[in-house]
Nanobody, 124 residues
C-alpha cells in the first residue's frame, strides 16, 4: 500500500489546459504502477490512463487519448496528468490510483491504493 495525495484541480474554461499531480509515499513507491481515474456525478468511476512503474508503457482511454498525457518524475514518486483541450464532459472528480502489478488493467478493482480525489470543472 502507498499513500496518494492529488492536487491541482479547479475551474477552467473549455479549451484550457490543466495539470494534476499525485504524490505517493510509502515503501517501494517507485515500483508501483500509477493511474488516473475520474468520476462524474451519477457515473461510475472511469479509467483515464495509466503508467507502468518504469514508465515504459503508458496507455489511455479513447476519451482522452491525444489530449491527456501521464508522466512521472525521475524518482517515480509523483505522477502528473497533463490535460489539454479540456471539454465540459471532462468535468469530474479525478482520482490517482496505484498498484504493484507491473501492467494493471483499466478497472478500479485493478488498483489497491487510492487518493482522495480532486475536482476538475470545465465550463463552456
Amino acid at each position: 500500500q502507498v499513500q496518494l495525495v492529488e492536487s491541482g484541480g479547479g475551474l477552467v474554461q473549455s479549451g484550457d489546459s490543466m495539470t494534476l499531480s499525485c504524490t505517493a509515499s510509502g515503501r517501494l513507491v517507485n515500483r508501483f504502477s500509477m493511474a488516473w481515474f475520474r468520476q462524474a456525478p451519477g457515473n461510475q468511476r472511469e479509467f483515464v490512463g495509466a503508467s507502468r512503474y518504469d514508465t515504459s508503457v503508458t496507455y489511455y482511454s479513447d476519451a482522452v487519448k491525444g489530449r491527456f498525457t501521464i508522466s512521472r518524475d525521475s524518482a517515480k514518486t509523483t505522477v502528473y496528468l497533463q490535460m489539454n483541450s479540456l471539454k465540459v464532459e471532462d468535468t469530474a472528480v479525478y482520482y490517482c490510483a496505484a498498484d504493484l502489478n507491473p501492467l494493471p488493467g483499466e478497472r478500479p478493482a485493478d488498483f489497491r491504493s487510492w487518493g482522495q480525489g480532486t475536482q476538475v470543472t470545465v465550463s463552456s
